[in-house]
């Protein structure tokens, strides 16, 4: 079955820095890439998703970039921000199920 | 706005009790799903159901099951708990497949 891989496990930028998290998945049939972001004490939001026949996505300050023949996919955050601190999961899906990376926590430092 | 809530945000229960954990949502959302999440396992997928009455094995269904009698309603059961079962646990809904899931902020769970 399908599966994702996510580094790194935690990360730590200062204020207004970059932040690039990335992922890599074992079916070449997911067509659906999903990014979450979860706060402490709430569920994950999702923030962002790009589908196989995109490459790139971009909204405000963050972006996901696709890269179908090497099966990666990775999150960019730029000029971050304090409260973009938080626990960010990857998934990958072929239309059915979601599965989810292990997670990386992110720490932005003022 | 999507709006998935589960009835208890923090839960103790004993080993050998039956666990109910519920969940609503109110989009009319076809699609829900029960996940647990433990630290450096990510989130895990238990049941998931495609409409009423319909349910489906996740990843992990060993010790739980589910009922879905009405649409925007979809119940975890631990019909025996074990200490092993202590953990965050998560709902979700969404439209129809290759759509966003929306999440609950979820309910811990802890078994003595």
């Known amino acids: 079955g399908e599966n994702v891989e996510q580094h790194p496990s935690t990360l730590s930028v200062q204020e207004g820095d970059s932040a690039v998290i990335k992922c890599t998945y074992s079916?070449?049939?997911?067509?659906?890439f999903p990014w979450y972001k979860q706060e402490l004490g709430k569920g994950p939001q999702l923030i962002i998703d790009i589908r196989s026949n995109v490459g790139e996505k971009k909204d405000q300050r963050i972006a996901v970039t696709l890269n179908k023949t090497a099966k990666h996919f990775s999150l960019h955050i730029t000029e971050t921000q304090p409260e973009d601190s938080a626990v960010y999961f990857c998934?990958?899906?072929?239309?059915?199920?979601?599965?989810f990376g292990t997670g990386t926590r992110l720490q932005v430092f003022p | 706005d999507v709006k998935v809530t589960q009835s208890s945000r923090y839960l103790v229960k004993r080993t050998g009790e039956k666990v109910f954990l519920e969940c609503v949502q109110d989009m009319d959302h076809e699609n829900m799903f029960w996940y647990r999440q433990d630290p450096g396992l990510g989130l895990r997928l238990i049941y998931f159901?495609?409409?009423?009455?319909?349910?489906e094995k996740g990843d992990i269904p060993e010790g739980y099951s589910v009922s879905r009698e009405k649409k925007e309603r979809f119940s975890l059961i631990l019909e025996s708990a074990s200490t092993n079962q202590t953990s965050m646990y998560l709902c979700?809904?969404?439209?129809?497949?290759?759509?966003?899931?929306?999440f609950g902020d979820g309910t811990r769970l802890s078994i003595l």
């Open positions: 979700a809904s969404r439209p129809f497949p290759n759509q966003p899931q929306h």
């Open positions: 998934a990958a899906s072929t239309g059915d199920k979601l599965i």
């Open positions: 159901s495609y409409d009423v009455k319909m349910k």
């Open positions: 079916d070449s049939a997911s067509n659906y």
